[in-house]
């Protein structure tokens, strides 16, 4: 069965440095999201992605973020100057239609911890 | 914003006892999902519901749209069944994400 897959599993990084998620979406999927859960709260929306630009964005996710998809398999977040409250698992998702028609497919999540 | 409200947030129940899972959302949806966490921290989807009633297996997940309220059900619950389980709520119609709530940490003790 086909599905999400992310690259690191664990990323340690250091404050101040600038860290790249990587995610390799469903391939005949067309809308992609980013979510982070930091520890022992509740998983939040970062952004969506559809048709190669940003779809909806969250509060959360600020100039400090951006995504981009580099070609036609990797979709990626890119979070500048970390700092220590950036420590959380992010989560790619993939759907083929929007999530109103569609069952959401997550990948296992990247932890990212900041020292 | 929409506000989604679980309950109960902790649950331990014996093997074999029938389980429910509320979850209350705040302003209108276009689909409501019903996901499990496990321990490892990999995320599945279990239903998405925009009306009615859906059942795979042992579980079935039921949503009120008037009343704004979904409950997840577990039939003949298992240890295994042991994961957190995560309402979350689609409020767009386009590519909005999901808006989640807080989980219900179920444990199946044998």
């Known amino acids: 069965e086909p599905e999400v897959t992310q690259t690191p599993s664990h990323q340690v990084t250091q404050m101040g440095q600038e860290v790249i998620l990587r995610c390799v979406p469903i391939?005949?999927?067309?809308?992609f999201y980013w979510y982070r859960q930091i520890l022992g709260q509740k998983v939040e929306f970062l952004v969506s992605?559809?048709?190669?630009?940003?779809?909806?964005k969250s509060e959360i996710f600020d100039d400090q973020f951006s995504v981009e998809r580099p070609d036609g398999s990797n979709f990626t977040l890119k979070i500048r100057s970390t700092k220590l409250e950036d420590s959380a698992m992010y989560f790619c998702?993939?759907?083929?239609?929007?999530?109103?028609?569609?069952?959401?497919?997550f990948g296992p999540g990247t932890r990212l911890t900041v020292t | 914003k929409n506000e989604v409200e679980q309950s109960p947030q902790n649950l331990t129940a014996q093997e074999g006892e029938f389980i429910t899972i509320n979850c209350s959302y705040s302003?209108?949806?276009?689909?409501l999902h019903w996901l499990q966490q496990h321990p490892g921290g990999g995320i599945v989807s279990l239903f998405m519901?925009?009306?009615g009633k859906k059942k795979h297996g042992r579980l079935i997940a039921t949503i009120n749209i008037q009343e704004k309220h979904s409950s997840l059900h577990i039939t003949a619950s298992h240890p295994r069944d042991s994961a957190v389980y995560i309402c979350?709520?689609?409020?767009?119609?386009?590519?909005?994400?999901?808006?989640f709530g807080k989980g219900t940490h179920l444990i199946i003790q044998p």
């Open positions: 992605f559809y048709n190669n630009e940003i779809s909806e």
């Open positions: 979350a709520v689609n409020s767009g119609g386009g590519a909005d994400g999901l808006t």
């Open positions: 998702a993939s759907t083929p239609h929007r999530l109103a028609t569609s069952e959401q497919y």
């Open positions: 391939s005949n999927h067309l809308y």
């Open positions: 519901l925009s009306s």
């Open positions: 302003v209108g949806i276009s689909a």
